[in-house]
Protein backbone atom coordinates (compact mmCIF):
# COMPACT_ATOMS: atom_id res chain seq x y z
CA UNK A 1 0.00 0.00 0.00
CA UNK A 2 1.14 3.16 -0.44
CA UNK A 3 1.55 6.54 1.94
CA UNK A 4 -0.51 8.43 0.11
CA UNK A 5 -3.71 6.11 0.45
CA UNK A 6 -2.67 5.70 4.29
CA UNK A 7 -2.82 9.54 4.09
CA UNK A 8 -5.88 9.77 2.43
CA UNK A 9 -7.57 7.14 4.81
CA UNK A 10 -6.19 9.59 7.81
CA UNK A 11 -7.21 11.96 6.60
CA UNK A 12 -11.18 10.26 6.27
CA UNK A 13 -10.82 9.33 9.59
CA UNK A 14 -9.83 12.61 10.98
CA UNK A 15 -13.16 14.51 9.41
CA UNK A 16 -15.12 16.92 11.93
CA UNK A 17 -18.32 14.68 12.80
CA UNK A 18 -17.57 11.28 11.75
CA UNK A 19 -19.16 8.44 12.65
CA UNK A 20 -18.29 5.90 14.68
CA UNK A 21 -18.77 2.99 11.76
CA UNK A 22 -16.23 5.23 9.46
CA UNK A 23 -13.52 6.04 12.28
CA UNK A 24 -13.65 2.27 12.99
CA UNK A 25 -13.89 0.70 9.30
CA UNK A 26 -10.62 3.71 8.15
CA UNK A 27 -9.30 2.78 11.37
CA UNK A 28 -9.25 -1.05 10.80
CA UNK A 29 -8.36 0.19 6.74
CA UNK A 30 -5.36 1.66 7.92
CA UNK A 31 -4.13 -0.88 9.95
CA UNK A 32 -4.60 -3.22 6.64
CA UNK A 33 -2.66 -1.29 4.63
CA UNK A 34 0.11 -0.80 7.49
CA UNK A 35 0.18 -4.57 8.09
CA UNK A 36 0.67 -5.19 4.54
CA UNK A 37 3.83 -2.86 3.86
CA UNK A 38 4.86 -4.98 6.78
CA UNK A 39 4.66 -7.89 4.56
CA UNK A 40 6.21 -7.04 1.96
CA UNK A 41 9.09 -5.88 3.89
CA UNK A 42 9.14 -9.23 5.62
CA UNK A 43 8.56 -11.41 2.45
CA UNK A 44 11.99 -9.08 0.92
CA UNK A 45 13.82 -9.78 3.75
CA UNK A 46 13.18 -13.31 3.70
CA UNK A 47 14.32 -13.93 -0.06
CA UNK A 48 17.32 -12.26 0.90
CA UNK A 49 18.03 -14.20 3.69
CA UNK A 50 16.87 -17.58 1.59
CA UNK A 51 19.72 -16.48 -1.14
CA UNK A 52 22.26 -16.54 1.96
CA UNK A 53 21.14 -19.91 2.49
CA UNK A 54 22.04 -21.16 -0.93
CA UNK A 55 25.35 -19.86 -0.95
CA UNK A 56 25.75 -22.52 2.55
CA UNK A 57 26.29 -25.18 0.02
CA UNK A 58 29.84 -23.81 -1.02
CA UNK A 59 31.43 -22.51 1.75
CA UNK A 60 33.99 -21.64 2.67
CA UNK A 61 34.26 -19.61 -0.35
CA UNK A 62 30.95 -18.04 -0.04
CA UNK A 63 31.31 -16.95 3.22
CA UNK A 64 31.94 -12.90 2.08
CA UNK A 65 28.85 -12.74 0.16
CA UNK A 66 26.64 -14.79 2.55
CA UNK A 67 27.53 -12.08 5.45
CA UNK A 68 26.94 -9.29 3.20
CA UNK A 69 23.19 -10.88 2.14
CA UNK A 70 22.64 -11.48 5.62
CA UNK A 71 23.61 -7.51 6.23
CA UNK A 72 21.61 -6.54 3.49
CA UNK A 73 18.76 -8.43 5.32
CA UNK A 74 18.76 -6.91 8.57
CA UNK A 75 19.00 -3.25 6.86
CA UNK A 76 16.42 -3.75 4.34
CA UNK A 77 14.22 -0.73 4.45
CA UNK A 78 14.47 -0.82 8.51
CA UNK A 79 13.21 3.20 8.12
CA UNK A 80 10.13 2.18 6.57
CA UNK A 81 9.78 -0.80 9.23
CA UNK A 82 10.14 0.74 12.10
CA UNK A 83 7.95 3.68 11.20
CA UNK A 84 5.24 1.29 9.96
CA UNK A 85 6.02 -0.82 13.09
CA UNK A 86 5.29 2.30 15.31
CA UNK A 87 2.54 3.34 13.83
CA UNK A 88 0.78 -0.07 13.85
CA UNK A 89 1.77 0.07 17.59
CA UNK A 90 -0.02 3.45 17.73
CA UNK A 91 -3.08 2.58 15.99
CA UNK A 92 -2.91 -0.65 18.62
CA UNK A 93 -2.09 1.12 21.81
CA UNK A 94 -5.44 3.76 21.11
CA UNK A 95 -7.93 0.48 20.31
CA UNK A 96 -6.58 -1.30 23.51
CA UNK A 97 -8.14 1.78 25.80
CA UNK A 98 -10.69 2.53 23.16
CA UNK A 99 -10.43 6.16 23.53
CA UNK A 100 -12.80 7.44 21.79
CA UNK A 101 -15.19 5.04 23.03
CA UNK A 102 -16.14 3.29 19.27
CA UNK A 103 -17.27 -0.15 21.10
CA UNK A 104 -19.97 1.91 23.18
CA UNK A 105 -21.08 3.99 20.34
CA UNK A 106 -21.36 1.35 17.83
CA UNK A 107 -22.95 -1.40 20.49
CA UNK A 108 -21.92 -5.06 20.42
CA UNK A 109 -23.59 -6.76 17.34
CA UNK A 110 -22.18 -3.87 14.55
CA UNK A 111 -19.03 -3.68 16.01
CA UNK A 112 -18.86 -7.25 15.46
CA UNK A 113 -20.43 -6.60 11.83
CA UNK A 114 -17.91 -4.42 11.25
CA UNK A 115 -15.20 -6.65 11.99
CA UNK A 116 -16.64 -9.59 10.41
CA UNK A 117 -17.44 -12.08 13.41
CA UNK A 118 -18.84 -15.14 13.06
CA UNK A 119 -22.18 -15.42 14.82
CA UNK A 120 -21.52 -18.32 16.36
CA UNK A 121 -18.47 -16.51 17.91
CA UNK A 122 -20.39 -13.32 19.40
CA UNK A 123 -22.92 -15.68 20.64
CA UNK A 124 -19.75 -16.89 22.77
CA UNK A 125 -18.24 -13.66 23.21
CA UNK A 126 -21.45 -12.67 24.60
CA UNK A 127 -21.77 -15.16 27.18
CA UNK A 128 -17.92 -14.56 28.42
CA UNK A 129 -18.69 -10.42 28.94
CA UNK A 130 -16.16 -9.75 26.18
CA UNK A 131 -18.19 -7.07 24.47
CA UNK A 132 -15.10 -4.84 24.30
CA UNK A 133 -13.30 -3.62 21.25
CA UNK A 134 -10.14 -4.69 22.87
CA UNK A 135 -11.74 -8.38 23.79
CA UNK A 136 -13.06 -9.06 20.54
CA UNK A 137 -10.12 -8.06 18.20
CA UNK A 138 -7.13 -9.06 20.25
CA UNK A 139 -8.34 -10.93 23.22
CA UNK A 140 -10.37 -13.25 21.75
CA UNK A 141 -9.31 -12.72 18.10
CA UNK A 142 -12.53 -13.01 16.71
CA UNK A 143 -11.85 -10.57 13.85
CA UNK A 144 -12.17 -11.84 10.51
CA UNK A 145 -13.59 -15.24 12.13
CA UNK A 146 -16.13 -15.55 9.86
CA UNK A 147 -13.39 -15.40 6.96
CA UNK A 148 -10.54 -17.61 8.07
CA UNK A 149 -8.56 -18.37 10.93
CA UNK A 150 -4.83 -17.57 11.44
CA UNK A 151 -2.56 -20.04 12.79
CA UNK A 152 0.95 -18.12 12.37
CA UNK A 153 1.76 -16.66 15.61
CA UNK A 154 0.96 -13.02 15.75
CA UNK A 155 -1.14 -13.18 12.74
CA UNK A 156 -4.66 -12.43 13.04
CA UNK A 157 -7.02 -9.47 10.94
CA UNK A 158 -5.97 -5.92 11.15
CA UNK A 159 -7.31 -4.76 14.38
CA UNK A 160 -5.65 -7.73 16.18
CA UNK A 161 -2.50 -6.86 14.46
CA UNK A 162 -2.22 -3.27 15.66
CA UNK A 163 -2.94 -4.39 19.51
CA UNK A 164 -0.58 -7.34 19.29
CA UNK A 165 2.45 -4.56 18.08
CA UNK A 166 1.56 -2.49 21.30
CA UNK A 167 1.50 -5.03 23.45
CA UNK A 168 4.68 -6.02 22.33
CA UNK A 169 6.65 -2.35 22.48
CA UNK A 170 4.62 -2.08 25.76
CA UNK A 171 6.70 -5.40 26.55
CA UNK A 172 9.94 -4.56 25.20
CA UNK A 173 9.59 -0.67 26.48
CA UNK A 174 8.47 -1.14 30.10
CA UNK A 175 11.17 -1.45 32.89
CA UNK A 176 11.45 -5.31 34.03
CA UNK A 177 10.65 -5.04 37.67
CA UNK A 178 7.10 -3.94 36.79
CA UNK A 179 6.22 -6.21 34.52
CA UNK A 180 4.66 -9.68 36.21
CA UNK A 181 6.50 -12.41 36.58
CA UNK A 182 4.80 -15.25 34.47
CA UNK A 183 6.80 -18.14 36.14
CA UNK A 184 5.53 -17.27 39.55
CA UNK A 185 3.63 -18.88 41.29
CA UNK A 186 -0.44 -18.59 40.00
CA UNK A 187 0.81 -17.07 36.64
CA UNK A 188 0.38 -18.28 33.13
CA UNK A 189 3.63 -20.60 33.50
CA UNK A 190 4.11 -20.71 37.19
CA UNK A 191 3.53 -24.03 40.12
CA UNK A 192 -0.29 -23.64 40.59
CA UNK A 193 -1.27 -22.29 43.59
CA UNK A 194 -3.04 -24.90 46.20
CA UNK A 195 -6.67 -24.35 46.59
CA UNK A 196 -8.08 -22.06 48.87
CA UNK A 197 -10.56 -24.31 51.22
CA UNK A 198 -13.08 -23.58 53.23
CA UNK A 199 -16.04 -25.18 55.42
CA UNK A 200 -19.49 -25.09 53.24
CA UNK A 201 -22.73 -24.35 55.57
CA UNK A 202 -25.21 -26.69 55.82
Not at 112 to 120: G, I, K
Not at 178 to 199: M, N, Y
Request: aromatic fraction near 6%.
Amino acid sequence: MTPSLITRLCNIGMKPGISAATQLVTTRRICRAIADQLDVIRSERRALRRQAGKLKAFLPFTRQAIAELEEQAREHKEATRSGARSALAGFGQSLMFDREGLALALGFDRMCDLLSVNPVNRQQAGADGDTSLRGVAYLSELEDSADRKYTEWGAGGPLYRACHAAMIRFIRECPEDQLPDPFAPGAPFGPKLPPTLSIVGK
